[in-house]
Every structure is written in C-alpha cells, then in structure tokens.
C-alpha cells in the first residue's frame, strides 16, 4: 500500500486536469458575464478582477518563474511566448475535457492528439512513416468556438470593451489553431518523406 503522502499528491496531480473541464465550461458561460450590459466597476472590481487574477495570474507566474529557473539567462525571452502557450491551452481545453469526462466514466480511449510514427528503435527511419490520425468530430466542435469567439471579439469591441480583446484573442487564436492542425493533419495526410513509400500507422 502507498503511504497517504503519496495518495495526496497524486490526487492533487490528477485533480488539476479538471481545470481543461473547467475552462471548457468557462468558454460556454463567458459571452453573458462579459457582455452584459450596464456592469458597473463595483462588480468589475470585486467579481471580475479576483477571478481573473486566481484564474489567469496565478497560471502565468508558474510558468514565468519555471522559465527562470531551466532558462536563467535567457528566461526573458520565453516569457514572450507566454500568451501563445495560454492560448495553446485553451485550444486544447476541449481535447483534455474530454480526456476527463472519459476517465470519470471509466470509458477507455486512445490518446490521439500526439502524433505517432510507430518508432521501435533507434535504426528505425521515421521518415517514411505517415501519421493518420483517427476520426473524429472534435476538430468541428474545435472550429465552432474559434468562430463563436470571433464574433466575441467583435462584440467586445462594438461595445468598447477593449481591455477584454486582447485575452478573447487568446481564446480565438488557440481555437483556431488547434482545429486547422487537426484539419491539417487529417486532410492533407501530411507525410515525411517525400516520394519514398510510405507506411500508414494509426494514432
């Protein structure tokens, strides 16, 4: 049996996936507190600003300061790319949620999102090694959202809510992404290796 140190941290590692479950949640329930209207700085500043600085604040602190700590001299310069990795999450929050409504269920899957070149060893060339990846109606549901947020950020800025463009942009560009390299790797069948033969291996 494992001490129950161990069971904690463990829990606690695993109890963190349900923050994607949490943010797919939050992509549905944000257009109606964002664009109400009439919303007054009292709420701004005791609702809104709490919630994001618990949400967003705390999340970019982690990876600024683990960035310090691999990247000492040049960590500056990877704090840059900080808003595309947020928003890479956020594309990805529905991929995880599933993930977790799965493991909740106890229903098994493959995972599917990381492309595999079905590589053994080292002698192995992965060059002539295409991925196809499963089907799957997720990138549709990936590409709703990217255009749902499209038309949130045009909202946000026909009612002058400027400070909130910049992080619905996050939300767009990440949506956006994740579903045109599903797309992308669905459709266009991408291959390594040129004109060699090349060997199908499922995800």
């Not at 002539?128 to 590409?143: D, I």
């Not at 949130?152 to 463009?165: E, P």
Request: proline share 6%; aromatic share 16%; glycine share 6%.
């Amino acid at each position: 049996r494992l001490p129950f140190p161990i069971k904690v941290e463990a829990t606690a590692h695993l109890m963190s996936n349900f923050a994607y479950l949490l943010l797919a949640i939050l992509c549905v329930l944000l257009h109606p507190s964002s664009g109400a209207p009439g919303a007054s700085w009292l709420r701004m500043l005791l609702i809104d600003v709490p919630m994001f600085l618990a949400a967003s604040v705390s999340v970019a602190i982690f990876y600024v300061l683990a960035q310090r700590e691999l990247y000492p001299r040049t960590w500056m310069k990877e704090v840059l790319f900080l808003p595309c990795l947020l928003a890479l999450g956020i594309g990805l929050s529905l991929n995880n949620a599933r993930a977790v409504l799965e493991a909740l269920f106890n229903h098994k899957s493959d995972f599917t999102r990381t492309p595999k070149y079905g590589i053994e060893r080292k002698s192995q060339p992965w060059g002539t090694c295409k991925y196809r990846p499963l089907k799957s109606a997720l990138p549709l549901a990936e590409l709703a959202f990217a255009i749902y947020f499209t038309y949130f950020v045009w909202f946000a800025i026909g009612h002058g809510q400027f400070l909130s463009v910049p992080f619905l942009l996050m939300f767009q560009g990440g949506f956006f992404y994740v579903c045109l390299s599903s797309f992308a790797n669905r459709w266009l069948k991408t291959s390594f290796g040129g004109s060699r033969s090349a060997t199908a291996i499922p995800a």
